[in-house]
């Protein structure tokens, strides 16, 4: 097993520090100040997971602009003021930007004892298999 570095132990916080901020800042009715500090604390976290060429490469793909672009559109309507928009704005951008590792994901979920269990009844797996499926030929 490969273990993370310190770097990497550093951002892995500051992404679980993001996404804590970010849904902190969705519960109390988008309060703009936690979900600019959990974006921030996001994007700087993911920078220091991956390293900041690799995010630099992640983002500005040619395949992936229009979804950089709301994306980080959407991180700057929510620094400018406009909560509501930009988190709509940036859940769009974050579904393009991650749409292939869904099936990774539903995968990670299905091993997990209980949620595992519930995933594969017969109802619900095939929704699951269907995200699997869609998202593996885009």
């Keep these: 097993m ?7 132990k550093i951002g892995i916080g500051l992404t679980g520090f993001g ?4 849904f902190f800042g969705m519960i109390l009715f988008f309060d703009k100040a936690l979900l600019a500090i959990g974006n921030i604390f996001f994007v700087i976290g993911l920078s220091f997971v991956i390293g900041l060429e690799r995010t630099f490469k992640f983002f500005f793909q040619k395949h992936k602009m ?3 672009t709301f994306f980080l559109g959407g991180v700057i309507v929510v620094l400018i003021g406009w ?33 595992g269990y ?12 269907k995200a699997s499926e869609s998202n593996n030929m885009v």
Aim: proline share 8%.
């Design 2 to 8: 490969i273990s993370p570095t310190d770097s990497q």
């Design 19 to 22: 996404v804590f901020f970010i």
């Design 66 to 68: 229009k979804a950089t």
């Design 83 to 115: 909560p509501i928009i930009g988190v709509a704005l940036e859940s769009y951008g974050f579904f393009l930007l991650f749409r292939g590792f869904i099936p990774v994901v539903i995968g990670f979920f299905r091993r997990i004892p209980v949620l």
């Design 118 to 129: 519930l995933l594969n009844l017969p109802f619900i797996s095939v929704y699951m298999d």
